[in-house]
Protein backbone atom coordinates (compact mmCIF):
# COMPACT_ATOMS: atom_id res chain seq x y z
CA UNK A 1 0.00 0.00 0.00
CA UNK A 2 1.46 3.51 -0.80
CA UNK A 3 1.51 5.83 1.83
CA UNK A 4 -0.88 8.68 -0.33
CA UNK A 5 -3.62 5.45 -0.35
CA UNK A 6 -3.11 4.67 3.28
CA UNK A 7 -3.66 8.49 4.12
CA UNK A 8 -7.00 8.59 1.86
CA UNK A 9 -7.97 5.66 4.07
CA UNK A 10 -6.96 7.14 7.39
CA UNK A 11 -8.81 10.18 6.22
CA UNK A 12 -11.97 8.01 4.99
CA UNK A 13 -12.11 6.23 8.23
CA UNK A 14 -11.89 9.42 10.47
CA UNK A 15 -14.72 10.78 8.39
CA UNK A 16 -17.02 7.77 9.08
CA UNK A 17 -16.01 7.96 12.49
CA UNK A 18 -17.29 11.67 12.46
CA UNK A 19 -20.14 11.09 10.80
CA UNK A 20 -21.93 8.06 13.07
CA UNK A 21 -20.52 10.58 16.20
CA UNK A 22 -22.16 13.49 14.71
CA UNK A 23 -26.10 12.80 16.33
CA UNK A 24 -24.15 11.78 19.42
CA UNK A 25 -22.94 15.14 19.87
CA UNK A 26 -26.39 16.87 20.51
CA UNK A 27 -26.80 18.70 17.50
CA UNK A 28 -29.49 19.96 16.09
CA UNK A 29 -32.50 18.65 13.69
CA UNK A 30 -31.53 21.07 10.80
CA UNK A 31 -28.03 19.82 11.01
CA UNK A 32 -28.87 15.98 10.74
CA UNK A 33 -31.52 16.87 8.09
CA UNK A 34 -28.65 19.16 5.92
CA UNK A 35 -26.47 16.34 6.16
CA UNK A 36 -29.23 13.70 5.04
CA UNK A 37 -30.00 16.11 2.05
CA UNK A 38 -25.53 15.66 1.15
CA UNK A 39 -26.24 12.04 1.68
CA UNK A 40 -28.92 11.40 -1.35
CA UNK A 41 -27.22 14.32 -3.54
CA UNK A 42 -23.74 12.18 -3.05
CA UNK A 43 -25.51 8.43 -3.72
CA UNK A 44 -27.36 10.53 -7.16
CA UNK A 45 -23.92 12.57 -8.11
CA UNK A 46 -22.04 9.12 -7.91
CA UNK A 47 -24.58 6.98 -9.46
CA UNK A 48 -24.72 9.39 -12.35
CA UNK A 49 -20.60 9.48 -12.76
CA UNK A 50 -20.59 5.88 -13.19
CA UNK A 51 -22.69 5.84 -16.70
CA UNK A 52 -21.86 9.84 -17.66
CA UNK A 53 -18.48 9.73 -16.30
CA UNK A 54 -16.80 6.67 -16.68
CA UNK A 55 -18.48 5.74 -19.35
CA UNK A 56 -18.90 8.81 -21.37
CA UNK A 57 -22.66 8.13 -21.63
CA UNK A 58 -23.93 11.29 -20.64
CA UNK A 59 -27.82 11.10 -19.43
CA UNK A 60 -29.61 14.02 -18.30
CA UNK A 61 -32.30 11.74 -17.75
CA UNK A 62 -31.68 10.10 -14.29
CA UNK A 63 -34.51 11.63 -12.78
CA UNK A 64 -36.36 8.79 -14.54
CA UNK A 65 -34.15 5.96 -12.37
CA UNK A 66 -34.25 8.28 -8.62
CA UNK A 67 -38.23 8.74 -9.00
CA UNK A 68 -38.52 5.13 -9.96
CA UNK A 69 -36.99 3.84 -6.80
CA UNK A 70 -39.05 6.62 -4.79
CA UNK A 71 -42.03 5.30 -6.30
CA UNK A 72 -41.28 1.21 -5.44
CA UNK A 73 -40.21 2.25 -2.10
CA UNK A 74 -43.11 4.32 -1.24
CA UNK A 75 -45.77 1.86 -2.16
CA UNK A 76 -44.22 -1.05 -0.66
CA UNK A 77 -43.04 0.55 2.82
CA UNK A 78 -46.45 2.41 2.90
CA UNK A 79 -48.10 -0.86 2.44
CA UNK A 80 -46.20 -2.28 5.03
CA UNK A 81 -43.74 -4.37 3.59
CA UNK A 82 -40.28 -4.05 5.24
CA UNK A 83 -37.91 -1.39 4.69
CA UNK A 84 -34.86 -3.71 3.45
CA UNK A 85 -37.50 -4.99 0.80
CA UNK A 86 -38.81 -1.55 -0.01
CA UNK A 87 -35.16 -0.56 -0.26
CA UNK A 88 -33.98 -3.23 -2.19
CA UNK A 89 -36.61 -3.36 -4.43
CA UNK A 90 -35.97 0.35 -5.21
CA UNK A 91 -32.81 -0.17 -6.43
CA UNK A 92 -33.94 -3.50 -8.99
CA UNK A 93 -36.78 -1.49 -10.49
CA UNK A 94 -34.77 1.21 -12.43
CA UNK A 95 -32.36 -1.45 -13.21
CA UNK A 96 -34.71 -3.49 -15.12
CA UNK A 97 -36.12 -0.75 -16.38
CA UNK A 98 -32.63 0.70 -17.69
CA UNK A 99 -32.26 -2.30 -19.65
CA UNK A 100 -35.86 -1.94 -21.73
CA UNK A 101 -33.91 1.78 -22.99
CA UNK A 102 -30.55 -0.08 -22.90
CA UNK A 103 -30.68 -3.06 -25.23
CA UNK A 104 -32.40 -0.97 -27.71
CA UNK A 105 -30.38 1.92 -27.52
CA UNK A 106 -26.89 0.43 -27.67
CA UNK A 107 -28.04 -2.13 -30.07
CA UNK A 108 -28.50 1.22 -32.38
CA UNK A 109 -25.01 2.77 -31.52
CA UNK A 110 -26.98 5.68 -30.22
CA UNK A 111 -24.06 8.11 -29.05
CA UNK A 112 -23.30 11.48 -27.72
CA UNK A 113 -26.25 14.08 -28.32
CA UNK A 114 -28.85 11.36 -29.56
CA UNK A 115 -28.21 9.59 -26.00
CA UNK A 116 -28.62 12.40 -24.29
CA UNK A 117 -31.39 13.79 -25.88
CA UNK A 118 -33.41 10.15 -25.65
CA UNK A 119 -32.56 9.98 -21.68
CA UNK A 120 -34.18 13.38 -20.84
CA UNK A 121 -36.99 12.89 -23.44
CA UNK A 122 -37.69 9.63 -21.22
CA UNK A 123 -37.69 11.33 -18.01
CA UNK A 124 -40.10 14.19 -19.37
CA UNK A 125 -42.32 11.33 -20.46
CA UNK A 126 -42.52 9.51 -17.12
CA UNK A 127 -42.86 12.89 -15.30
CA UNK A 128 -46.06 13.44 -17.18
CA UNK A 129 -47.29 10.38 -16.81
CA UNK A 130 -47.26 9.77 -12.83
CA UNK A 131 -48.41 13.42 -12.72
CA UNK A 132 -51.26 12.28 -14.78
CA UNK A 133 -51.66 8.84 -13.20
CA UNK A 134 -50.83 9.97 -9.44
CA UNK A 135 -52.07 13.23 -9.04
CA UNK A 136 -52.01 13.10 -5.09
CA UNK A 137 -49.91 13.63 -2.52
CA UNK A 138 -47.81 10.59 -0.87
CA UNK A 139 -48.04 10.22 3.18
CA UNK A 140 -46.20 8.17 5.15
CA UNK A 141 -47.86 5.71 7.24
CA UNK A 142 -50.00 7.68 10.39
CA UNK A 143 -47.85 5.63 12.68
CA UNK A 144 -44.77 6.56 11.26
CA UNK A 145 -45.83 10.72 10.73
CA UNK A 146 -46.80 10.61 14.61
CA UNK A 147 -43.33 8.92 15.80
CA UNK A 148 -41.34 10.66 13.08
CA UNK A 149 -37.64 10.42 14.42
CA UNK A 150 -34.41 11.81 12.04
CA UNK A 151 -32.13 9.52 13.97
CA UNK A 152 -32.43 6.33 12.33
CA UNK A 153 -33.30 8.08 8.96
CA UNK A 154 -30.16 9.66 9.38
CA UNK A 155 -28.09 6.28 9.69
CA UNK A 156 -29.83 4.29 7.34
CA UNK A 157 -29.11 6.92 5.01
CA UNK A 158 -25.65 6.99 5.93
CA UNK A 159 -25.43 3.24 5.12
CA UNK A 160 -26.99 3.40 1.53
CA UNK A 161 -24.41 6.16 0.81
CA UNK A 162 -21.46 3.98 2.12
CA UNK A 163 -22.75 1.34 0.38
CA UNK A 164 -23.30 3.58 -3.08
CA UNK A 165 -19.57 4.85 -2.70
CA UNK A 166 -18.15 1.68 -1.77
CA UNK A 167 -20.09 -0.12 -4.89
CA UNK A 168 -18.60 2.51 -7.19
CA UNK A 169 -14.94 2.63 -5.99
CA UNK A 170 -15.44 -1.37 -6.36
CA UNK A 171 -16.73 -1.48 -10.02
CA UNK A 172 -14.06 1.13 -11.30
CA UNK A 173 -11.35 -0.06 -9.70
CA UNK A 174 -12.22 -3.02 -11.42
CA UNK A 175 -10.99 -5.07 -15.01
CA UNK A 176 -14.93 -3.92 -15.22
CA UNK A 177 -14.01 -0.05 -15.11
CA UNK A 178 -10.76 -0.33 -17.17
CA UNK A 179 -13.57 -1.52 -19.78
CA UNK A 180 -15.77 1.06 -19.01
CA UNK A 181 -12.89 3.89 -19.01
CA UNK A 182 -11.56 2.11 -22.40
CA UNK A 183 -14.78 2.64 -24.20
CA UNK A 184 -15.56 6.63 -22.99
CA UNK A 185 -11.82 6.84 -24.65
CA UNK A 186 -12.91 5.76 -27.77
CA UNK A 187 -15.05 3.02 -28.11
CA UNK A 188 -14.26 2.03 -31.40
CA UNK A 189 -10.52 1.51 -30.57
CA UNK A 190 -11.93 -0.93 -27.28
CA UNK A 191 -13.58 -2.76 -29.38
CA UNK A 192 -10.80 -3.45 -31.48
CA UNK A 193 -8.95 -4.41 -28.47
CA UNK A 194 -11.63 -7.20 -27.50
CA UNK A 195 -13.46 -4.42 -25.41
CA UNK A 196 -17.61 -5.34 -25.41
CA UNK A 197 -18.83 -2.04 -25.81
CA UNK A 198 -22.42 -2.84 -25.78
CA UNK A 199 -22.19 -5.20 -22.37
CA UNK A 200 -19.78 -2.65 -20.94
CA UNK A 201 -22.58 0.44 -21.48
CA UNK A 202 -25.03 -1.70 -20.38
CA UNK A 203 -23.41 -3.00 -17.39
CA UNK A 204 -22.93 0.58 -16.39
CA UNK A 205 -26.47 1.71 -17.15
CA UNK A 206 -27.85 -1.06 -14.79
CA UNK A 207 -25.48 -0.21 -11.79
CA UNK A 208 -26.37 3.74 -11.83
CA UNK A 209 -30.10 2.81 -12.34
CA UNK A 210 -29.81 0.79 -9.43
CA UNK A 211 -27.72 2.91 -7.48
CA UNK A 212 -30.20 5.76 -8.53
CA UNK A 213 -32.54 4.15 -7.56
CA UNK A 214 -31.49 3.05 -4.05
CA UNK A 215 -31.40 6.97 -3.76
CA UNK A 216 -34.77 7.10 -4.58
CA UNK A 217 -36.03 4.84 -2.18
CA UNK A 218 -33.51 6.35 0.65
CA UNK A 219 -35.61 9.88 -0.53
CA UNK A 220 -39.21 8.05 -0.35
CA UNK A 221 -38.00 6.66 3.47
CA UNK A 222 -37.11 9.83 4.30
CA UNK A 223 -39.72 12.47 3.22
CA UNK A 224 -42.85 12.50 5.10
CA UNK A 225 -44.81 13.67 2.25
CA UNK A 226 -44.11 15.33 -1.44
CA UNK A 227 -46.12 14.42 -4.77
CA UNK A 228 -45.32 11.22 -6.78
CA UNK A 229 -44.17 12.67 -9.79
CA UNK A 230 -41.78 15.52 -8.22
CA UNK A 231 -38.97 13.08 -8.01
CA UNK A 232 -39.07 12.42 -11.90
CA UNK A 233 -38.77 16.53 -12.46
CA UNK A 234 -35.89 17.92 -14.03
CA UNK A 235 -34.09 19.23 -11.32
CA UNK A 236 -33.34 15.66 -10.25
CA UNK A 237 -31.73 14.83 -13.72
CA UNK A 238 -30.06 18.20 -13.68
CA UNK A 239 -28.63 18.61 -10.57
CA UNK A 240 -26.65 15.14 -10.02
CA UNK A 241 -24.71 16.14 -13.53
CA UNK A 242 -24.08 19.84 -12.23
CA UNK A 243 -22.91 18.35 -8.67
CA UNK A 244 -20.01 15.53 -10.86
CA UNK A 245 -18.92 18.23 -12.93
CA UNK A 246 -18.13 20.66 -10.08
CA UNK A 247 -16.88 18.02 -8.00
CA UNK A 248 -14.52 15.91 -10.62
CA UNK A 249 -16.25 14.26 -13.21
CA UNK A 250 -14.97 10.64 -13.79
CA UNK A 251 -13.46 10.40 -10.79
CA UNK A 252 -14.52 8.68 -7.19
CA UNK A 253 -14.16 11.69 -5.08
CA UNK A 254 -15.70 14.57 -6.97
CA UNK A 255 -19.05 13.61 -7.08
CA UNK A 256 -18.91 13.63 -3.14
CA UNK A 257 -16.81 17.10 -2.98
CA UNK A 258 -19.58 18.27 -5.87
CA UNK A 259 -22.30 16.84 -3.87
CA UNK A 260 -21.24 18.86 -0.23
CA UNK A 261 -20.53 21.83 -2.17
CA UNK A 262 -23.55 22.04 -4.20
CA UNK A 263 -25.38 21.92 -1.08
CA UNK A 264 -24.38 24.03 1.27
CA UNK A 265 -24.10 26.40 -1.59
CA UNK A 266 -27.58 26.00 -2.60
CA UNK A 267 -29.08 26.56 0.99
CA UNK A 268 -27.25 29.66 1.46
CA UNK A 269 -27.95 31.01 -2.25
CA UNK A 270 -32.14 29.94 -1.46
CA UNK A 271 -31.77 32.26 1.34
CA UNK A 272 -30.51 34.90 -0.13
CA UNK A 273 -31.46 35.02 -3.76
CA UNK A 274 -34.16 32.47 -3.90
CA UNK A 275 -35.08 31.34 -7.15
CA UNK A 276 -32.53 32.95 -8.69
CA UNK A 277 -30.09 30.11 -7.47
CA UNK A 278 -31.15 28.26 -10.60
CA UNK A 279 -29.12 30.53 -12.82
CA UNK A 280 -26.62 31.23 -10.43
CA UNK A 281 -26.06 27.29 -10.95
CA UNK A 282 -26.60 27.23 -14.53
CA UNK A 283 -23.62 29.85 -15.24
CA UNK A 284 -21.07 28.01 -12.44
CA UNK A 285 -21.71 25.07 -14.59
CA UNK A 286 -21.17 26.66 -17.79
CA UNK A 287 -17.39 28.01 -16.58
CA UNK A 288 -16.64 24.92 -14.77
CA UNK A 289 -17.07 23.13 -18.15
CA UNK A 290 -15.32 25.54 -20.13
CA UNK A 291 -12.31 26.61 -17.78
CA UNK A 292 -12.50 24.02 -15.45
CA UNK A 293 -13.41 20.64 -16.80
CA UNK A 294 -11.60 18.56 -14.38
CA UNK A 295 -13.69 20.32 -11.25
CA UNK A 296 -12.85 20.94 -7.59
CA UNK A 297 -10.96 17.96 -7.11
CA UNK A 298 -8.60 19.37 -10.41
CA UNK A 299 -8.27 22.45 -8.84
CA UNK A 300 -6.94 21.32 -5.73
CA UNK A 301 -4.83 19.15 -7.69
CA UNK A 302 -3.77 22.63 -9.55
CA UNK A 303 -2.70 23.99 -6.28
CA UNK A 304 -1.52 21.47 -4.76
CA UNK A 305 1.40 21.03 -7.65
CA UNK A 306 2.09 24.94 -7.13
CA UNK A 307 2.37 24.63 -3.47
CA UNK A 308 4.96 21.71 -3.87
CA UNK A 309 6.89 23.73 -6.70
CA UNK A 310 7.36 26.39 -4.55
CA UNK A 311 8.02 24.17 -1.28
CA UNK A 312 10.56 22.33 -3.24
CA UNK A 313 12.70 25.77 -4.33
CA UNK A 314 12.62 27.43 -1.03
CA UNK A 315 14.65 24.15 0.08
CA UNK A 316 16.55 23.43 -2.84
CA UNK A 317 19.57 25.28 -2.93
CA UNK A 318 22.36 24.88 -5.70
CA UNK A 319 25.57 24.69 -5.34
CA UNK A 320 26.74 27.79 -7.13
CA UNK A 321 23.85 29.62 -4.22
CA UNK A 322 25.65 27.98 -1.72
CA UNK A 323 29.36 29.07 -2.46
CA UNK A 324 28.16 32.73 -3.41
CA UNK A 325 26.18 32.72 0.37
CA UNK A 326 29.73 31.28 1.54
CA UNK A 327 28.10 27.48 2.32
CA UNK A 328 29.21 24.38 2.11
CA UNK A 329 28.90 23.50 -1.62
CA UNK A 330 29.25 20.13 -3.52
Not at 49 to 56: R, S
Not at 57 to 70: P, S, V
Not at 218 to 239: K, M, V
Amino acid sequence: MTAKKGISLALLAVGVVVLLLIPRLGVSDSLLNLLILMFIYTMLATSWNILGGYTGQINLGHAAFFGLGTLAARMLYTAGRPLPLALLVAGIVPAVFSMLIGVPAFRLRLRGDYFTIGTLALSQILYITVGNVLPKITYLPMADIQNYQILPRYYIILALTLFTIGAAYALVKSRLGLGLVAVRENEDAAESLGVNAFAHKLLALAVSAFLGGLAGGAYAYYQASYYFNYTFSPPWSLEPVNMAFIGGVGTIHGPIIGAVFFVLLKEWLVLKVGEYHLIIFGVLFILVVLFLPGGLVEAWERIRRVIVRRTRAKVTVSPACARDNGLPGN
